[in-house]
């Protein structure tokens, strides 16, 4: 499996992240494995909401997160629900959460979240351009939906950030919000338009289309499952369940939410969580979207992608085992209802997969600190497919020695 005898580099998880990062260091002479339990875009990449949502960089532990957390936790139906077994392996993450809510800390996250974001398009669309993929990103972009000016007010804070921080966005009322979306309830007063919040036409087959220019380009892809490493203070070989070992010149690890077991087999623990996600993808749902929507006082989101049009959001803490609770889905298709009075929910597929959530909303791009040779891409959390691109070109500066563009030590393995 080797091209030289020191070995490839392994990139282990082939979600979005991971399936950038591998393709651009093949473009850039390397020789890379890709290697994943089950192939290319079938974990959280299969069933992501579709959405560059380059506004969405707000932490979550935020004070006015916090102030809603627990009505949140007494509604089944609510937007954040944790399964009564697992609140107490929750408690070390959720003291970091909090750590993570003072003001001026809050104030560092947004910065480092704003950062990445404004670097998305710079990075997104020559990456599309190379694999031929500029077809897959749509020109629209999204609505962020107020049924009252009480609601507009309470996400006030949000808009007031993108403010700060210099992103585009468009406050709108009445008949301007129907002419964007003629299939909205008249109900709804207010919205904001983000333009640049645009989506992707179908994100799984983004990933097996990125997977494909790897190939192309002299890159491999293996199944298999890390159990271990073979490492001093350089990690030589990684370790499959099947037996296999696997030398390795560098290692990069970004296989989402399942990151956080290898981290601690090389005993560098990091606080990551899996946020349990769901969606429901509707075939035949009797309207037509060209934005994506998004209601914060209900807490979904829907978007037109993968040839149909898909409905989810909410966050459960459940753990990676647990199985899936799709009540969760249905509620939020009745939500979607609510905005889409004439959206059908037939020939409807439901689904949950694992984001990878770190305390303070930022992700992890960097090297280990503790071993030569391995890298970190991972925490991404809901925006793993908008930073994608720009995650694969700091890594990939990284592990080819090139000096990234922007400065790295927000998102250190070691800050917690």
């Known amino acids: 499996m080797t091209s030289n005898s020191e070995g490839p580099v392994i990139v282990v998880g082939a979600g979005i992240i991971g399936t950038t990062i591998a393709y651009d260091l093949q473009r850039r002479g390397k020789s890379v494995v890709l290697l994943d339990r089950e192939g290319p875009g079938k ?3 299969y069933g992501n909401m579709a959405s560059i949502a380059v506004t969405e960089f707000m932490p979550a532990s935020r004070p ?19 399964r009564p077994s697992y609140m107490p392996k929750l408690v070390p993450w959720f003291l970091r959460f909090l750590a993570a809510s003072r003001p001026s800390r809050v104030r560092e996250l947004e910065t480092a979240g ?10 997104l669309d020559p990456l599309l351009k190379a694999t031929g993929l500029t077809g897959m990103l749509t020109k629209e972009g ?28 468009e406050i709108l009322s009445g008949k301007a919000i129907r002419d964007l979306e003629p299939a909205l309830t008249p109900k709804i007063a207010k919205a904001v338009l983000f333009p640049d919040n645009r989506s992707i036409r179908d994100p799984y087959q983004l990933v097996v289309k990125l ?17 271990g490493f073979d490492h001093g203070d350089r990690v030589k070989a990684l370790r499959l369940k099947d037996g296999r070992s696997i030398a390795a010149s ?40 060209r934005h994506s929507i998004i209601w914060p006082a209900r807490a979904f989101m829907v978007t037109p992608t993968a040839g149909g049009i898909r409905v989810g959001g909410t966050v459960e803490l459940a ?10 889905a249905k509620v939020l298709v009745k939500r979607a209802q609510e905005a889409l009075p004439d959206l059908r929910a037939e020939k409807a597929m439901e689904w949950m997969g694992h984001r990878p959530a770190l305390p303070d909303t930022v992700p992890i791009i960097g090297p280990s600190a503790k071993h030569r040779g391995v890298f970190y891409a991972t925490g991404h ?20 020695g090139v000096q990234p563009p922007i400065d790295l030590k927000p998102y250190r393995v070691d800050r917690f």
């Open 114 to 123: 704003a950062v990445l974001c404004h670097r998305v398009y710079e990075d």
């Open 142 to 169: 999204c609505l962020s939906l107020y049924a009252d000016e009480a609601e507009f007010k309470a996400d006030r804070e949000h808009v007031e950030v993108l403010e700060w921080f210099g992103f585009r966005h």
């Open 211 to 227: 997977a494909e220019a790897l190939l192309a380009l002299g890159g491999r892809i293996e199944r298999g499952e890390v159990v």
């Open 250 to 289: 560098q290692i990069v690890l970004c296989a989402g939410a399942y990151t956080g077991r290898m981290a601690r087999l090389l005993g560098e623990p990091i606080p990551l969580e899996t946020e349990r996600g769901y969606h429901t993808q509707i075939m035949a749902p009797g309207i037509s979207m």
């Open 43 to 45: 974990g959280a990449s």
């Open 64 to 82: 006015g997160v916090w102030a809603q957390m627990p009505k949140w936790l007494l509604d089944r139906e609510g937007p954040v629900r944790i």
């Open 381 to 400: 959390g809901h925006l793993g497919l908008t930073y994608a691109a720009t995650t694969g070109r700091l890594i990939a500066d990284l592990v080819t």
């Open 319 to 328: 753990g990676l085992e647990a199985a899936p609770d799709y009540r969760r």
